[in-house]
């Protein structure tokens, strides 16, 4: 069949000649008349001749058109369509030949649309992300891949995996993906320019229908931040436990000694005040620690509420003034009138007794300390300024960790907890301000606290 439909119409009108030429030769031996043999010779020409027109343009020609179609269906061009006038069971191949090619235009369509819902929810991911094939060729890397390892996309699609990726963790992950036929897991760290980035690895084998391996999908996980936070979590609980050593061995002692019968009273009354006294700083620092792990806590909320300056100062001058007074500081206050604003009383009043302390502790005697309080439409700043030993340039950054001090046994002298400044800053954070240091060594430091005057306030 398929040659018939294949022919041109110049070769069926050769076909019709020689039939024509055939019967022509049967008839001629029947008639001796040759004008009938030639009429009917040329009738039966156009006879065929317009029958076979007539096959070849409603059947053989649209069944060519028909054909072709196909063939570019098949290629991958579903835009080709069967464009014919042709009546009958013909004309209905061609519509169903052109309802097939839309249904496969519209699935390609869709399937193009999914390819790229697919890639982009793939580039926006937060995690590296590289598919290898069985033979562990690269076929696919995602953007952030390329961002945690450099390079661009075509750096590694098309490559061997251990060409292009150095690290042997990833080498030694894929080799046991391969082996194993399971989900590996690793971690490595990469040294990048001036710093180093730790990673998890996480790889899991891919099968075809068949059960048959495939290749291996690795996931990149960039948990430096997690790693940082992990060792501060370490390093805050070894320096709890230092602080809280240091005074309850002192306890111990003490108690010790005053346990043994041939202490005198006088003894005895010296080794009670400094266990008072070191009871009295594993109080402060308990309570300390209480603030700062419920200012901490996710759900941790203020007591918001209006206050009025002259309120809070009432209950913190007296105490700060015994202080300076003590040290022959001279304690400045320059603050406006009726300032009021909105604020959590308790946590405020932290604030200024922490920055205050700290300003008459780090200075020398006869120095001088003085508060600021000024506000605007919508801020409230303070002001804390002392003009004592200081704080260098490089300490500066650090002050406001937890149990970071310049000089620890001043400090501790001075009944510090290296805790102050970070409730300071937690308490100015959680209210939605900032705090902000400037200091120069042997001449005096300021801390600068500004607060919305309502928090809540979005
Ligand atoms: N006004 C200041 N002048 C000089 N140094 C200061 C001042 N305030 C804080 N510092 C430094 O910052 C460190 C941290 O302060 P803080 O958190 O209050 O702890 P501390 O309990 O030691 O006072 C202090 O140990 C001190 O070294
Ligand atoms: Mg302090």
Redesign the pocket.
């Known amino acids: 069949m398929k040659p018939l439909f294949s022919k041109p119409l110049s070769s069926y009108t050769l076909i019709i000649l020689l039939l024509v030429g055939g019967t022509g030769i049967i008839h001629g031996l029947l008639t001796e008349n040759y004008i009938f043999l030639i009429a009917l010779q040329c009738i039966e020409f156009i006879i065929l001749i317009l029958v076979m027109s007539h096959v070849y343009h409603h059947y053989i020609h649209p069944i060519q058109k028909s054909v072709h179609t196909v063939d570019e269906l098949v290629k991958g061009n579903y835009r080709a369509r069967v464009h014919h006038p042709a009546q009958g069971s013909i004309t209905d191949l061609g519509n169903k030949i052109n309802m097939l090619a839309r249904s496969l235009s519209e699935f390609s369509i869709q399937e193009e649309v999914k390819a790229k819902q697919l890639l982009t929810v793939i580039n926006n991911i937060d995690s590296g992300l590289a598919l290898i094939d069985e033979k562990g060729y690269i076929h696919l890397v995602n953007r952030k891949f390329t961002q945690l390892f450099g390079d661009t996309m075509n750096d590694y699609v098309g490559y061997l995996y251990y060409e292009v990726m150095e690290t042997s963790a990833i080498h030694e992950t894929v080799q046991r993906i391969f082996l194993y036929e399971k989900n590996m897991k690793d971690h490595f760290t990469l040294q990048t320019a001036g710093d180093q980035r730790h990673f998890e690895i996480v790889g899991a084998p891919v099968f075809n229908e068949k059960n048959i391996l495939k290749g291996a999908v690795l996931v990149f996980y960039d948990i430096t931040e997690y790693k940082r936070l992990e060792l501060m979590r370490k390093d805050f609980v070894a320096n709890v436990s230092h602080e809280l050593k240091t005074p309850v061995t002192s306890i111990m002692g003490f108690a010790e000694t005053l346990l043994e019968d041939d202490t005198d009273e006088e003894t005895k009354r010296r080794f009670l005040e400094i266990i008072y006294t070191e009871s009295k700083h594993l109080r402060v620092l308990i309570d300390d620690l209480l603030t700062l792990s419920k200012l901490e806590h996710a759900d941790y909320h203020l007591n918001v509420e209006q206050l009025k300056l002259s309120e809070l100062l009432d209950s913190i001058v007296p105490v700060i003034q015994h202080l300076a007074d003590h040290k022959q500081i001279n304690f400045i206050c320059e603050v406006e009138e009726n300032i009021s604003w909105y604020t959590d009383r308790e946590k405020m009043k932290q604030v200024l007794k922490?920055l205050l302390v700290?300003?008459i502790?780090?200075?020398p005697e006869k120095g001088t300390v003085r508060l600021r309080v000024f506000s605007n439409q919508e801020h409230i700043s303070f002001e804390?300024k002392?003009t004592?030993?200081?704080?260098a340039e490089e300490?500066l950054p650090r002050?406001?960790e937890r149990f970071?001090?310049?000089?620890k046994a001043?400090?501790r002298n001075?009944g510090?907890?290296?805790?102050?400044?970070?409730i300071v800053k937690h308490i100015v954070e959680v209210h939605g301000g900032n705090i902000r240091v400037e200091?120069d060594v042997d001449e005096g430091?300021s801390?600068q606290v500004m607060l919305p005057k309502h928090p809540n306030r979005k």
């Open positions: 922490n700290n300003a502790s780090y200075t804390v002392d004592g030993i200081g704080i300490d002050i406001f970071y001090r310049v000089d001043r400090s001075t510090g907890t290296g805790l102050g400044l970070a200091s430091t801390f």
